[in-house]
């Protein structure tokens, strides 16, 4: 029997290899399987014989992160340049893409004077909440959660709130708040606006 994982796909059907003893029926004989694949119900079962197409199987163009939640926050996924009115001569370059087939979406963050940062954002469907996790090279995390709201999108943790806003002349502000007193007064933290770069196509 083989004792290694193999992955292919065939038809558009997804099938998923590894060595192991499966019964076709309850009470039946178990009977050795090197393949298995995915039902859509989740369940592992035996592969049948390539003249039987009477098994349901999960196929490969199924897209679980396409409802309109998932796609809430795509109008921040591009290439753009940020500024703040409060910084005059500052900029930084932001990169927003989209990965795994769109159930998330990645920031890369670098600003004038070697700060940099990243993020990876997503809708987790078990609790209907957008989510971010940012980390930034001086070791800072910040983990924020929330939806859309206002024809934005907010975000925010104990102590910091973020606001991004997609503006009729195309570019995205993003305010973001903070708090000492738990929410009751808000300070600005930053007010920038991400404006599309004019020499870096998005590329999907």
Not at 49 to 69: G, I
Not at 142 to 165: A, E, F, Q
Request: charged share 25%.
């Amino acid at each position: 029997m083989k004792d290694k994982k193999r992955f292919a796909r065939f038809l558009g059907t997804v099938f998923v290899f590894i060595p192991l003893f499966v019964a076709a029926t309850p009470g039946a004989d178990p009977v050795e399987a090197d393949t298995l694949f995915v039902t859509q119900k989740g369940e592992l079962a035996a592969v049948a014989p390539a003249e039987d197409t009477s098994f349901v199987t999960l196929q490969a163009d199924k897209k679980p992160c396409a409802s309109e939640a998932h796609r809430a926050f795509d109008f921040w996924i591009g290439e753009w340049t940020v500024t703040a009115p409060s910084r005059p001569g500052w900029s930084a370059q932001s990169s927003i893409t989209r990965h795994n087939d769109g159930c998330s979406i990645h920031e890369a963050y670098h600003a004038a004077g070697g700060y940099r940062g990243s993020s990876i954002n997503f809708y987790d469907q078990a609790d209907q909440n957008w989510h971010q996790a940012w980390i930034d090279n001086q070791g800072v995390p910040l983990y924020l959660r929330g939806g859309p709201k206002d024809g934005g999108m907010v975000l925010s943790d104990s102590s910091n709130r973020i606001t991004w806003t997609a503006l009729d002349d195309g570019r995205v502000r993003q305010h973001w708040e903070s708090t000492t007193d738990k929410g009751g007064t808000w300070s600005t933290a930053f007010d920038g606006y991400y404006e599309r770069r004019s020499d870096v196509t998005y590329k999907e």
